[in-house]
C-alpha cells in the first residue's frame, strides 16, 4: 500500500478522496495504517498480549465491522487470522470500502495460500433474518464494532459455542488540565487538540470528540484557550472538503443554537464557530 504506483494504493486514496478525506489526511492514513500492520507491530502487539503462553485456535470467527470507521475491526481480523482461526469477515458496505481492499490485497499477497485459505469476506444488510442466525449458530465466536443496537442484535440468540466479543460504543474525550496548561504552549496545546479532533473517522471513539477542561482554568486564560483553538480550527480546516449531509446540517444548528440559549439563561456558557457549516 504504501507503493504510490500500486493500483491497491491508488484505489484506496480514491476511496478516502470521496469520502470527503483531504489529501495530507490521506497521507497521515497510509503512514499510520503502515505502522500498525507492519511486522515489527503485530509482533509487539503478540508478544504483549501473548508472551511464552501456548496458545491454540478457537476455530470459526466472524468480524462484524463497524460502518462509521475506516478499518472496521480490521485488526481483530489479522488478530484472527494469525492465530489460525477460520475467519469470516462482514464488509461494511457493498462496495467493500477500505476493508475490502485491504482483504483483496491479502489474497493477492499470499500466493501460497498460507492465510487465504481461512478467510471469507461477504457482504449483507445487517438485520438480515437469514444469514445472522446461520453465523449465530454455527460461530465459536463472533467479535463485533459497533453501536448499541448491532450489539445486541449479535447478542441474542446466540449459538451453544459461539462467544461474543463486543467492542461496543465508545466515546473519545481529552482532559486539560490546569497544569498541563501551565506547563505547556498554548499554540503547540492547541494544535494537538484540533489534530485529535480533525482526524479521519470522526464519528468512531478514535477521534476526540469531547474536551474536558479543569474548573480552575477560567477568566481570561479559558477565554484565551478558547480564541486559540478557534483559530486553530479555522487553520486545519482552511483545505477541508464541505461533505457534510443535510442531517449533519441540522445536527450542527440544533447544537449550536442549544449553546447560544445556554449563554443566554446561564451567561456561563460561550459559543466559537464560524457561522458557515464547514465544520
Not at 470459526?60 to 481480523?77: M, S, Y
Not at 501551565?182 to 480533525?198: F, M, R, T, W
Not at 474536558?212 to 486545519?236: A, H, R
Request: glycine residues 8%.
Amino acid at each position: 500500500w504504501m507503493d504510490s504506483e500500486s493500483l491497491a494504493h491508488q484505489k484506496v486514496r480514491e476511496t478516502l478522496k470521496n469520502s470527503g478525506m483531504g489529501s495530507s489526511s490521506i497521507d497521515l492514513f497510509f503512514n499510520e495504517i503502515f505502522k500498525f500492520f507492519s511486522k515489527s507491530s503485530l509482533e509487539k502487539r503478540w508478544q504483549f498480549a501473548i508472551g511464552s503462553k501456548n496458545v491454540s485456535p478457537v476455530g470459526f470467527v466472524l468480524h462484524v465491522g463497524a460502518t462509521n470507521t475506516l478499518v472496521a475491526g480490521l485488526d481483530g481480523l489479522m488478530d484472527g487470522l494469525l492465530a489460525g482461526n477460520v475467519n469470516f469477515y462482514k464488509l461494511p458496505a457493498l462496495d467493500g470500502g477500505v476493508p475490502g481492499i485491504f482483504i483483496e490485497s491479502i489474497f493477492e499477497a499470499d500466493v501460497e495460500k498460507v492465510l487465504v485459505n481461512r478467510l471469507a469476506a461477504f457482504y449483507w444488510k445487517g438485520g438480515d433474518k437469514e444469514l445472522e442466525p446461520l453465523f449465530k449458530t454455527s460461530m465459536d465466536r463472533i467479535i463485533v464494532w459497533g453501536g448499541i443496537d448491532a450489539i445486541m442484535s449479535w447478542k441474542n440468540n446466540l449459538g451453544y459455542s459461539a462467544q461474543l466479543i463486543s467492542h461496543g460504543p465508545k466515546y473519545g474525550f481529552g482532559v486539560l488540565t490546569a497544569a498541563g496548561l501551565a506547563e505547556g504552549n498554548l499554540e503547540s496545546i492547541c494544535k494537538k487538540i484540533v489534530l485529535d479532533a480533525s482526524y479521519w473517522d470522526q464519528k468512531a471513539c478514535n477521534s476526540l470528540q469531547t474536551l474536558f477542561i479543569e474548573d480552575k482554568i477560567k477568566g481570561e486564560q479559558f477565554n484565551q484557550l478558547l480564541e486559540c483553538l478557534q483559530k486553530t480550527i479555522e487553520e486545519t480546516y482552511i483545505d477541508a472538503p464541505p461533505v457534510r449531509s443535510s442531517n449533519d446540517y441540522v445536527d450542527v444548528l440544533n447544537a449550536r443554537e442549544f449553546i447560544k440559549a445556554e449563554s443566554l439563561t446561564s451567561g456561563g456558557v460561550k459559543l466559537f464557530c464560524p457561522k458557515e457549516n464547514t465544520w
